[in-house]
Every structure is written in C-alpha cells, then in structure tokens.
C-alpha cells in the first residue's frame, strides 16, 4: 500500500498543505495528476465547496480533483484517492452507506494510492474509536479502513489551558489503552504525517511522534517513528 496520513491539512496562517506539499509531489513524482476526493467529513462546509477548495489547493500542480458524491466511480479511474478531514462520524457514516469503504479499501491494499487528513486519516485505522471527533451521527460501524494495524490520533497535543479542569488527551488515549492493553495508538501532532510504502511505515514532518501502548499507556514521545 502508499499511503500519506496526515494530521491536518493547514498550518496557521498559511495555504492549505503549504506544510506538506513539497514532501507529497516528491513521492508523487508526477504519478497522481487524478484524484477521487471523498468529501465526507464535510458538514459545515457543502461538499461540492470541498471539493472547489482541494482543488484550487491542487491547481498549480494541474492536478485534477473529483468528488466522489459527484462521481462514484472516480474511485477506480483516479490515479488516487484523498479523504478529506472534518467529522469522522459523519465520515464513517457516509462511506459505510455508501459502499465505499470496502470498494476503497479493495482498492487501496491493491496498490491505488491513498491520502487522508485528520479524519480521513484516522479512518485508515482499524476503528474511529480515537478521533476527536464528536459523535453527531452513528455510524453501522465504528470499523473503519484498517490500512495500519493501530489507531490514530491527528491533531494530537496535549495542551492544557490555565482554566481547563477536564481529562487531558493524554488521559483520555491512556484511558483507551487501559480498556484495550493489546491496541497501540499514535498520537500525530500538527505538521506530521506517516507514509506508508508496502509494509513500511515513517513519521515525517514535525515531531516528537507520542505512542501509547502496553509498555507506555501513559504515553512516550519518539523522535521518529518507523515499522517495517
């Protein structure tokens, strides 16, 4: 599989993937001129509006973009697909009553390449059960893609506001390992991504990458993070 999760797609006060951009169209290499936007995460914002906005992201690079609501099968004639970030309930929702997740995920583990941000990153997990996301409709299933075999955490930070008398995020992805010891989860702060090339995986971007597991259920910071 190719794959390229990234924790969101804009950084303050710049253009959308401005943070990622160079790094993408290097491993591109000019291979992905079509792509399949699944516009999903969408709810505030229209998805026909989603897809104009990824498109004019992509425009200098005369890169294609179609939505998938627009066009199902630009799933198998693009040269990838994205996934776009906004609610992953909703996300999940709409690829499970649609059919599409398990005619994208065929077609991701067949070789298409694949891009998500923020929820379309946490939906190439085994399940949604670590977004950030509210819960504002539900799903068949919390089951998503299942591209890596441990669960994501994109815009991860651990930031503590003076006033803020609730869980930190690092209390509530601990509490997640408490209650599943055997899971792993990985924690993308903003300016990250992981790209996966056939069974390798590698952290890029800004960092510390945090892991919770069994031998750290409270949460480790790694520099870089790499598998296979």
Not at 111 to 118: A, H, I, Q, R
Not at 133 to 140: H, K, R, S, T
Not at 156 to 177: A, K, M, W
Not at 181 to 210: C, F, H, Y
């Amino acid at each position: 599989m190719e794959l390229y999760l990234l924790s969101n797609s804009r950084m303050k006060n710049e253009l959308p993937f401005a943070w990622a951009k160079a790094k993408l169209l290097s491993e591109w290499d000019g291979r992905i001129k079509t792509v399949a936007l699944v516009p999903f995460a969408g709810v505030g914002l229209g998805w026909d509006e989603y897809v104009d906005w990824v498109a004019e992201a992509f425009a200098p690079q005369n890169i294609k973009i179609t939505g998938v609501h627009q066009d199902d099968t630009a799933v198998d004639t693009a040269d990838a697909i994205f996934v776009g970030g906004g609610n992953t309930f909703h996300l999940t929702y709409h690829l499970h009553k649609t059919g599409l997740m398990d005619r994208i995920g065929a077609l991701v583990r067949n070789g298409k390449p694949y891009m998500g941000w923020s929820a379309g990153a946490n939906v190439a997990a085994p399940t949604l059960r670590t977004t950030n996301d509210m819960p504002i409709v539900e799903p068949a299933s919390f089951n998503t893609f299942g591209f890596v075999q441990f669960q994501l955490n994109p815009h991860y930070t651990n930031y503590v506001s003076p006033d803020h008398g609730g869980e930190t995020r690092d209390q509530r992805l601990n509490e997640f390992i408490l209650a599943n010891p055997d899971q792993k989860v990985v924690g993308l702060p903003e300016g990250s991504m992981l790209i996966a090339r056939n069974t390798r995986i590698q952290s890029w971007g800004k960092g510390p990458i945090r892991i919770f597991d069994s031998q750290s259920p409270e949460g480790r910071d790694e520099p870089t993070f790499s598998l296979g």
